[in-house]
């Protein structure tokens, strides 16, 4: 796509959310978008590779987090994959600290390519498993927002994010519309784990009929030390 289709493309789906994007971020998001493409030739990084389909589902899709984090100064991304929603976000808000958090060591090579190139700093991207990462990195309750686009259960995903939240900090999730049975099936490990449902925020992609809600989860107390327990085991034995 050619760089003025990209901005108008990418701007007119701004503006309607009330995001201004100024010159430098158009063109970070520019070339985030021609490496997610050109990487994706050499692994699978993504399913969407069709730059409309990339502004909307990718950037725009993360960037209706900005609104959750603009008062907020660290943020870790836990399953960031390409780096969703976390680039999107450190593009729009390059003050703040952001740690993206990744199992695969072939996504940490792609991101700090993509770091590298944007010139971003005050980021890192990190190869280990939530479960493991929180043992070495004395980041345990450290972080104001911990966000996660993964596709896990609640009750399994918060088990990774809400030790990393401080308390006051919140944990956000993005999940497809239908998340009723998810909630209902969560409501024990968000107690468990020091977390209490603060709203729930249906979000409809600009210029699209596709829907979304953001659950944001507050951390109200600390969360026990044998959480999250060993890798594998969320998984296997979800907190039901």
């Given at each position: 796509?050619?760089?003025?289709?990209f901005?108008?493309?990418?701007?007119?789906?701004?503006?309607?959310?009330?995001?201004d994007?100024?010159?430098?971020?158009?063109e970070?998001?520019?070339?985030y978008?021609n490496?997610l493409?050109?990487?994706n030739?050499?692994?699978n990084?993504?399913?969407?590779?069709?730059?409309?389909?990339?502004?909307?589902k990718?950037f725009?899709?993360?960037?209706?987090?900005?609104?959750?984090?603009?008062d907020e100064?660290?943020?870790?991304?836990?399953?960031?994959?390409?780096?969703?929603?976390?680039i999107?976000?450190?593009?729009?808000?390059n003050?703040?600290t952001?740690?993206?958090?990744?199992?695969?060591?072939?996504?940490?090579?792609?991101?700090n390519?993509?770091?590298q190139?944007?010139?971003?700093?005050?980021?890192?991207?990190?190869?280990g498993?939530?479960?493991?990462?929180?043992?070495?990195?004395?980041?345990?309750?450290?972080?104001?927002?911990?966000?996660?686009?993964?596709?896990?259960k609640?009750?399994?995903l918060?088990?990774?994010?809400?030790?990393?939240?401080?308390?006051?900090?919140k944990?956000i999730?993005?999940?497809?519309?239908?998340v009723?049975?998810?909630?209902?099936?969560?409501?024990?490990?968000?107690?468990?784990?020091?977390?209490?449902?603060?709203?729930i925020?249906?979000?409809?992609?600009?210029e699209?009929?596709?829907k979304?809600k953001?659950?944001?989860?507050?951390k109200?107390?600390?969360t026990?030390?044998?959480?999250?327990?060993?890798?594998?085991t969320?998984?296997k034995?979800?907190?039901?």
């Amino acid at each position: 796509m050619e760089k003025e289709l990209f901005k108008e493309e990418l701007i007119s789906k701004a503006n309607k959310m009330q995001l201004d994007i100024n010159k430098q971020q158009i063109e970070q998001f520019y070339d985030y978008m021609n490496l997610l493409i050109e990487w994706n030739n050499k692994m699978n990084l993504t399913a969407i590779i069709e730059p409309k389909e990339i502004i909307l589902k990718h950037f725009i899709d993360s960037l209706t987090l900005s609104e959750y984090i603009k008062d907020e100064n660290t943020v870790l991304d836990i399953g960031t994959g390409a780096g969703f929603p976390g680039i999107p976000l450190k593009i729009l808000y390059n003050e703040k600290t952001f740690t993206l958090l990744d199992s695969l060591n072939k996504r940490i090579l792609f991101l700090n390519t993509v770091i590298q190139n944007l010139k971003l700093d005050k980021i890192q991207a990190v190869h280990g498993r939530a479960e493991e990462y929180i043992k070495v990195s004395n980041e345990r309750e450290k972080y104001d927002i911990v966000t996660s686009r993964a596709v896990a259960k609640l009750n399994v995903l918060l088990e990774y994010m809400l030790p990393f939240t401080k308390v006051g900090g919140k944990s956000i999730c993005m999940k497809a519309f239908e998340v009723e049975d998810e909630l209902e099936e969560a409501k024990k490990a968000i107690d468990i784990l020091g977390g209490k449902v603060e709203k729930i925020d249906i979000i409809t992609l600009p210029e699209s009929e596709i829907k979304r809600k953001i659950i944001v989860i507050k951390k109200i107390k600390n969360t026990p030390n044998k959480f999250p327990r060993k890798a594998g085991t969320p998984t296997k034995e979800p907190i039901i």
